[in-house]
């Protein structure tokens, strides 16, 4: 593994931010767009099971029908790209016994061999072990997929602006996902801040690094 | 902005592993260390907001009484490093106030100035205009950090192994949270992999692409 040094990474990390503006005149090349959807497939998720779909919807009439369900955020539609975050739900057995297929599939052994973690697996989702509300537990696996497409998109050098305050269900409708079993949780466009945009120079906000972390030495 | 190159990040993504054994002896060098918290700190959130707190635990003692905690997963004491992940909750208009305040003093204006914003803001996370239960969208949002630390230590060669197979309330009994208003909601060992941990080597189990990612085009 070639590590990359820190001082890139947080270099990266601090030249993001949530952009308002994007230039609707650059496009992410192919090869770049590629690998961010690659990432957002290797993303880990709990027992690895995936539980969501992403869509990246490049139709101009769908991005306009999506920009009255996002308050009127031209991003969604001025952006290079643009990925909708999904969840599947309800979120049953079957879910687990379809990635018990998968599993064997990839690991090339016969689903058998795994009967015992699939039990487990779908006993947690159908009577979790502790209080736990599994369309919740589910999107929360669908933000570490949003949580690290913020992060790779900053280190290639992408914009990126995370988007919940839109419309969920209306979006829902526009991308015809009613009745599918997936709902939309946030919106990502993608692609290059626009030079007007003012809040590309406005300071960063975040709490005092003492309020946040604690070190329980 | 120095762009890091596609290969080298999806290299990244695919070394990386849930790593079930770490080598004890290994330690992260504490400029890295300090990195990967302050990726932390930067994390992005809805709003700004920060609903969160990170906990690096070093005692000995504490990660010990962990591991029962832990259905006696071992990468709790074994790993380099520690970190809790903690949810605020409730959430309320009095924690908006806070980052307000906090966000007219980085950016050098009077709290005056953020007034309608704060309005805004505080009306969401007492009333939200959607169906939306405020501790679980505040959970979400320590999943972007989650998902954004795994991504980053992956990226400095640093192996994590996320653990939600946890006793939450047993965390926070141990680490001294119980009416703090901070909820564990995950934990994540950092450090080096052991040389002896076969699932290094275990092929890595997605959906194939078109399973997981659609284009509307």
């Given at each position: 593994?070639?590590?990359?040094?820190?001082?890139?990474?947080?270099?990266?990390?601090?030249?993001?931010?949530?952009?308002?503006?994007?230039?609707?005149?650059?496009?992410?090349?192919?090869?770049?767009?590629?690998?961010?959807?690659?990432?957002?497939?290797?993303?880990?998720?709990?027992?690895?099971?995936?539980?969501?779909?992403?869509?990246?919807?490049?139709?101009?009439?769908?991005?306009?029908?999506?920009?009255?369900?996002?308050?009127?955020?031209?991003?969604?539609?001025?952006?290079?790209?643009?990925?909708?975050?999904?969840?599947?739900?309800?979120?049953?057995?079957?879910?687990?016994?379809?990635?018990?297929?998968?599993?064997?599939?990839?690991?090339?052994?016969?689903?058998?061999?795994?009967?015992?973690?699939?039990?487990?697996?779908?006993?947690?989702?159908?009577?979790?072990?502790?209080?736990?509300?599994?369309?919740?537990?589910?999107?929360?696996?669908?933000?570490?997929?949003?949580?690290?497409?913020?992060?790779?998109?900053?280190?290639?050098?992408?914009?990126?602006?995370?988007?919940?305050?839109?419309?969920?269900?209306?979006?829902?409708?526009?991308?015809?996902?009613?009745?599918?079993?997936?709902?939309?949780?946030?919106?990502?466009?993608?692609?290059?801040?626009?030079?007007?945009?003012?809040?590309?120079?406005?300071?960063?906000v975040r709490y005092a690094k003492?309020r946040v972390?604690?070190?329980?030495?």
């Amino acid at each position: 593994m070639n590590a990359i040094s820190a001082d890139t990474i947080l270099e990266a990390l601090r030249w993001r931010y949530a952009t308002k503006q994007f230039d609707p005149t650059r496009k992410i090349d192919p090869a770049t767009w590629t690998a961010l959807e690659d990432s957002l497939v290797l993303t880990p998720s709990s027992f690895g099971l995936q539980p969501w779909k992403f869509l990246v919807v490049n139709r101009p009439e769908i991005r306009e029908a999506l920009v009255a369900q996002s308050w009127n955020q031209r991003q969604v539609i001025d952006a290079s790209h643009l990925v909708i975050f999904t969840v599947k739900s309800p979120f049953t057995s079957d879910d687990v016994r379809e990635h018990t297929a998968r599993s064997a599939e990839v690991r090339g052994i016969d689903v058998s061999e795994l009967a015992g973690m699939e039990k487990m697996v779908a006993g947690f989702v159908e009577k979790p072990p502790y209080p736990l509300d599994i369309k919740e537990w589910c999107s929360r696996q669908v933000y570490l997929a949003l949580g690290s497409f913020m992060t790779t998109a900053a280190l290639l050098g992408i914009d990126t602006c995370p988007m919940e305050g839109i419309n969920p269900s209306g979006y829902d409708e526009v991308l015809g996902l009613t009745g599918t079993g997936y709902f939309t949780l946030a919106a990502c466009p993608a692609g290059y801040r626009a030079p007007t945009d003012k809040y590309a120079t406005t300071p960063k906000v975040r709490y005092a690094k003492e309020r946040v972390l604690n070190h329980i030495d």
